[in-house]
């Protein structure tokens, strides 16, 4: 059986994401040593994301990535085709009818509730992210600094060495 779209893409893609969590934690002490050094004091700061207005063909595909699946591994789909075609014996217009019922309200349910929650929980994680930087900078400005300087130059570093191994492994 074929590899799911979704792991490939992390397996492929895998340099990409670690490039943006090391840029995200650059970020948040940059953020942190410009607070501290404008003279604000520690203080802990929410970070709020707004919920993003999503078009149903996004809002589709995160069913049928999501909610849809789960239905489809479960074979509920199939054990309404077999309750509404086979034992009712209605029409199949009327079983599709009841699946895009279905699919409406697991969007609804997606968009009202799962993305508004994940969204919160992302916040509420850059929070804790964000606040401990800077409690870092605080508590020790050469640290902070330190770990600013050091992450990306080591994170460079050693993309470039990887570089160089994979150009002599071809010569």
Do not use: C
Request: aromatic fraction near 22%.
């Amino acid at each position: 059986m074929t590899e799911p779209w979704y792991k490939k893409a992390f397996t492929e893609y895998k340099q990409e994401v670690i490039k943006a969590v090391v840029t995200a934690l650059a970020g948040a002490f940059i953020f942190s040593l410009f607070y501290f050094f404008l003279g604000k004091g520690f203080e802990w700061r929410e970070i709020h994301l707004s919920t993003p207005t999503l078009t149903l063909r996004i809002l589709s595909g995160l069913v049928f990535d999501s909610l849809g699946y789960i239905l489809y591994e479960l074979k509920f789909y199939y054990a309404l085709y077999m309750v509404m075609v086979v034992a009712l014996r209605m029409k199949k217009a009327d079983y599709n009818a009841v699946k895009k019922i279905i699919w409406y309200g697991l969007m609804f349910i997606m968009g009202f509730y799962i993305v508004p929650w994940f969204m919160d929980a992302l916040s509420f994680v850059l929070t804790i992210f964000f606040n401990i930087a800077m409690l870092i900078v605080y508590i020790a400005p050469p640290i902070g600094i330190f770990i600013v300087i050091f992450l990306p130059v080591f994170y460079f570093l050693k993309a470039k060495n990887k570089k160089e191994v994979k150009v002599l492994q071809q010569d």
